[in-house]
């Protein structure tokens, strides 16, 4: 059974750092790409980066480039997304998901969530 | 950025009913869609991808259609499980979603 579980959540200050983990299993990890998607409270789900399957190729929405960093470690199977320079608009759930044939998204984590504020 | 603008923003059909779902591209997506589910407090759930390929495990009542710019996720047979938020997604150019459609029965 695939499974994708997030942790590194939290309630971090304006201009702070977070990085997030995606703990994955069921699966060959390192066949996959991967990449995180956002949903701030009570509203739609947001792209966020992604990751090619050995880590060589990522890609980021305009609005984290230079504050974000995805990268994987496929001998820990796991996925993270570091966080700096983080802006109130950051606070969101944040899932994980793996990409299906296409950059489709065929399985999700359950979230986790990021609040800043001060 | 190619935008994606999809309605109705929320939706209120009988058990037993047909709902159909749109979403309109900004620019030819050439099929790059796929939608998802989301039941209340839950994470999303893959439907169809391709614009018309259901997923493993997705019940036959749903099917998607479209070209072009324009797509739609059609709901036969409306059940009370199917209570949920219903996003599309393309990706023929970067990712973007669409705004969501609230689905509750009536």
């Known amino acids: 059974e695939v499974q994708l579980v997030e942790s590194g959540g939290g309630l971090v200050q304006p201009g702070r750092s977070l990085k997030l983990s995606c703990a994955a299993s069921g699966f060959t990890f390192s066949n996959y790409g991967m990449a995180w998607v956002c949903q701030a409270p009570t509203k739609g789900l947001e792209w966020v980066a992604s990751?090619?399957?050995?880590?060589?190729?990522?890609y980021y929405r305009d609005s984290v480039k230079g504050r974000f960093t995805i990268s994987r470690d496929n001998a820990k199977n796991t996925l993270y997304l570091q966080m700096d320079s983080l802006r109130s608009e950051d606070t969101a759930t944040y899932y994980c998901?793996?990409?299906?044939?296409?950059?489709?998204?065929?399985?999700w984590g359950q979230g986790v969530m990021v609040t800043v504020s001060s | 950025d190619i935008q994606m603008t999809q309605s109705p923003a929320s939706l209120s059909a009988s058990l037993g009913e047909t709902v159909t779902i749109e979403c309109r591209a900004s620019e030819d997506i050439y099929s790059n869609l796929a939608w998802y589910q989301q039941k209340p407090g839950n994470s999303p759930q893959l439907l169809i991808y391709?614009?018309?390929s259901l997923a493993d495990g997705v019940p036959s009542r749903f099917s998607g259609s479209g070209s072009g710019t324009q797509y739609s996720l059609k709901i036969n047979s409306l059940q009370s499980e199917d209570v949920a938020s219903y996003f599309c997604?393309?990706?023929?150019?970067?990712?973007?979603f669409g705004s969501g459609t609230k689905l509750e029965i009536k």
């Open positions: 997604q393309q990706y023929n150019n970067y990712l973007t």
């Open positions: 391709d614009a018309n």
């Open positions: 990751i090619s399957t050995g880590g060589g190729n990522t």
């Open positions: 998901a793996r990409r299906g044939k296409s950059p489709y998204f065929d399985y």
